[in-house]
T-cell receptor
């Protein structure tokens, strides 16, 4: 089965903790993305990566970090510097980041709550 | 002007009717346009991509793109209660050498029996 997996489904964080959200895809897609969604709002881009060992900041990168050591994996770390991290986090991938087609496919999401 | 604008709704239609959803875009958005469906608490699911002016049909769904007027619409024929969801219409922006999708807040559709 090809697809995108995210884990965990639910995550609780205490103030001051760093937490890492996992995203794995077996679609052989080059590009991967992390979005954040708050209630009643659209998706906002945190980070994206077009190729292994390269990534770019999105619109709201402050307080987050990523790595792209393997094509299949793009983990997101929510650091203690992110002051309001409670949100629904979505990982997506696309076959290529450049060109006319940028169809993105989403994982099931991780819901992060700060206690 | 926001890059992607949608009426947040809710848009309420009776079962069996045609639901019409619309999006308008700024000048920055070009080339590719998409419709995603997002059920409450779930992740977005791609239902339609459209790249050229005109209509594109897929089952009960028809996407209409007018690049000159900067809008895209989605028609859902024979609406079913299972179509009740939030519909997102991101557009593609080329920025800093890369393509990015820009999302609006989405339109909530409610189909009532």
């Amino acid at each position: 089965d090809g697809g995108i997996t995210q884990s965990p489904k639910y995550l609780f964080r205490k103030e001051g903790q760093n937490v890492t959200l996992s995203c794995e895809q077996n679609l052989n897609h080059d590009a991967m993305y992390w979005y954040r969604q708050d209630p009643g709002q659209g998706l906002r881009l945190i980070y994206y990566s077009q190729i292994v060992n390269d990534f770019q900041k999105g619109d709201i990168a402050e307080g987050y970090s990523v790595s792209r050591e393997k094509k299949e994996s793009f983990p997101l770390t929510v650091t203690s510097a992110q002051k309001n991290p409670t949100a629904f986090y979505l990982c997506a991938s696309s076959q290529k980041g450049q060109g006319a087609s940028n169809e993105q496919f989403f994982g099931p999401g991780t819901r992060l709550t700060v206690l | 002007q926001k890059e992607v604008e949608q009426n947040s709704g809710p848009l309420s239609v009776p079962e069996g009717a045609i639901a019409s959803l619309n999006c308008t875009y700024s000048d920055r958005v070009s080339q590719s346009f998409f419709w995603y469906r997002q059920y409450s608490g779930k992740s977005p699911e791609l239902i339609m991509s459209i790249y050229s002016n005109g209509d594109k049909e897929d089952g009960r769904f028809t996407a209409q793109l007018n690049k000159a007027s900067q809008y895209v619409s989605l028609l859902i024929r024979d609406s079913q209660p299972s179509d009740s969801a939030t519909y997102l219409c991101p557009g593609n922006v080329f920025s800093g050498g890369y393509n990015k999708l820009i999302f609006g807040a989405g339109t909530r559709l409610a189909v009532h029996p």
